[in-house]
């Protein structure tokens, strides 16, 4: 069955420090992944996608992601966090499911920001 | 850019009021569009997906008559909550999608429900 799996429930980290946050998927064709931010109250904001070709991609904010086919896995990352950053992270897999293209969800994890 | 409208994005109303919210995609056009469910701290729950000009598709659990989508054209769909109850309280998120199955989301910012 797909799934996503986003194993840290939170994390903290300090301003300025790097940023990553893992996500693993199941899926038995090669996947469209996602990733996506949602600040309290607010919707999602799209950070990147990946399709196919160059395994690293680049996303906004100065985010970027890379897929591991081989770990099952799809990271997030940023070399230097800010405290605008603070917010809730959603991992995403594009599923054809009940004839609906869908996505289904990771769990999220929220980032905390250490002045 | 792909920017979807939800509105509103608050409502406090009564018990037995239906309530409907639209999301609209101001400058693609979505052939179809995700009505979703949050509740506090947790994932996105999907509720129905919607193809422009089609009915929509409801997921296991979701009451169709309660929660009556309708996608009349390619840049608005509506989410009506008939008969609202204090357990529809919740936060709820749509996303419009360009035709093309790898097409990413677009998200509205979603509409808090306050049912008292």
């Known amino acids: 069955a797909q799934s996503v799996t986003q194993p840290d429930i939170h994390i903290t980290v300090s301003e300025g420090a790097s940023l990553e946050l893992r996500c693993n998927y199941s899926y038995g064709a090669t996947p469209y992944l996602f990733w996506y931010v949602q600040s309290p109250g607010q919707g999602l904001q799209l950070l990147l996608k990946y399709f196919s070709g160059d395994t690293l991609v680049q996303g906004i904010k100065g985010f970027e992601a890379e897929f591991k086919r081989s770990q099952s896995s799809f990271n997030l990352r940023k070399p230097s966090v800010h405290w605008s950053d603070a917010a809730e992270y959603f991992c995403a897999v594009g599923a054809l499911l009940n004839s609906n293209y869908q996505l289904i969800w990771g769990a999220g994890t929220k980032l905390i920001i250490k002045p | 850019g792909a920017v979807v409208s939800q509105h509103p994005s608050r409502v406090i109303c009564k018990s037995g009021t239906s309530v409907k919210i639209e999301c609209r995609s101001l400058?693609?056009?979505?052939?179809?569009m995700f009505w979703y469910r949050q509740f506090p701290k947790k994932s996105l729950m999907l509720m129905a997906t919607?193809?422009?000009?089609?009915?929509?598709?409801?997921e296991q659990g979701v009451e169709k008559d309660k929660f009556l989508i309708n996608h009349a054209s390619l840049t608005l769909s509506t989410l009506t909550v008939t008969s609202a109850h204090p357990e529809d309280s919740s936060f709820y998120i749509c996303?419009?999608?360009?035709?093309?199955?790898?097409?990413?989301?677009?998200f509205g910012d979603g509409t808090r429900l306050s049912i008292l």
């Open positions: 919607s193809n422009e000009g089609s009915k929509a598709t409801y």
């Open positions: 996303s419009a999608r360009r035709q093309g199955s790898n097409q990413p989301q677009h």
């Open positions: 400058d693609f056009q979505a052939t179809t």
